[in-house]
């Protein structure tokens, strides 16, 4: 009983991850489509593609009544210098409030390890940028048992540079790589063992930062989420909201997945 209050009286989240998709005229555009939705209980953020960031980061503060909030995919956490064909962190400031952080595909395909994750925390938080960490095992690291550690590892690596009392502006999505709805025989993640799994994270913060500490970060969860399947598991797994990839490509799924979001209330 206490678990449904807490879930459904709660603000939740909804990140589309955009990727790397559409030129700066369909972003544009679908921004464009985005900003006429409406959520009451919801903050709805769109993952903008690095080209369009700029152009995204004006709009949402210039378009009246917008209900979108901008975050960057990737950054450097270097606020600025020579770093030829990067972004720093200290240059979208003023464009994005939040920025995922190791997401698994810059993992898997960049390399970027729980210490590269660790200072773009840190550097996001210099700015007062919300860093989203997301941590996630792969396909591998599951059928060898390794899930929860590799998951703990990730958590308490990510947040190693947070102090206290800035904890509660990390937000933290558990997106396991085998579930994403473009990995190879993508399969999804069973809400049960969703909740499970958002649980190992919390039980991780609350290790490093206490029970207080655990409450204030919002735990957000990642994988072939779509309007069929968000119910159960916004009941299920208890998480704090959602981050969406194919199914935030089209206004007209991600519409459906918050229509069903601002239902739970
Ligand atoms: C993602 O890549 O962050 C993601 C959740 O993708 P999808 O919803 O397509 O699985």
């Known amino acids: 009983m206490f678990l449904y209050a807490y879930v459904y009286n709660r ?14 005229t369909e972003a544009v555009r679908n921004f464009k ?72 595909e810059r993992r898997m395909y960049y390399h970027e390890h729980d ?28 059928e060898r048992g ?11 690596a990510g947040l190693a540079g947070v102090p206290s009392n800035r904890l509660g502006e990390v937000i933290i999505a558990y997106e396991p790589s085998w ?7 993508a399969k999804l993640c069973d809400p049960r063992e969703a909740k499970r799994m ?19 970060v919002a735990v957000l969860y990642g994988g072939s989420v779509d309007s069929d399947n968000v119910t159960s598991y916004a009941r299920t797994s208890e998480a704090e909201g959602f981050l969406v990839g194919g199914a935030s490509l089209n206004v007209y799924s991600f519409r459906d997945i918050l229509d069903k979001m601002e239902l739970l209330k």
């Open 179 to 185: 579930a994403l709805s473009t990995a190879t025989n």
């Open 11 to 24: 603000f939740m989240l909804l990140v589309a991850n955009w990727k790397m998709n559409f030129t700066v």
């Open 198 to 216: 958002l649980g190992i994270v919390r039980d991780e913060i609350k290790a490093l930062f206490g029970a207080v500490g655990a409450r204030k």
């Open 33 to 104: 489509k985005f900003s006429k939705l409406e959520s009451k209980n919801t903050e709805v953020i769109i993952a903008a593609p690095q080209v369009s960031l700029a152009t995204l980061g004006e709009l949402a503060k210039t378009t009246e009544n917008c209900p979108l909030k901008i975050a960057a995919q990737n950054f450097d956490f270097h606020p600025n210098g020579a770093r030829t064909g990067e972004t720093g962190i200290a240059q979208i400031i003023d464009l994005a409030p939040y920025a995922l952080v190791g997401h698994s």
């Open 146 to 156: 390794h899930a929860e550690l590799v998951v703990r590892t990730q958590v308490a």
């Open 115 to 142: 210490k590269d994750c660790a200072q773009k925390v840190a550097a996001a938080l210099s700015v007062k940028i919300r860093p989203i960490l997301c941590v996630g095992e792969t396909a591998l690291e599951r």
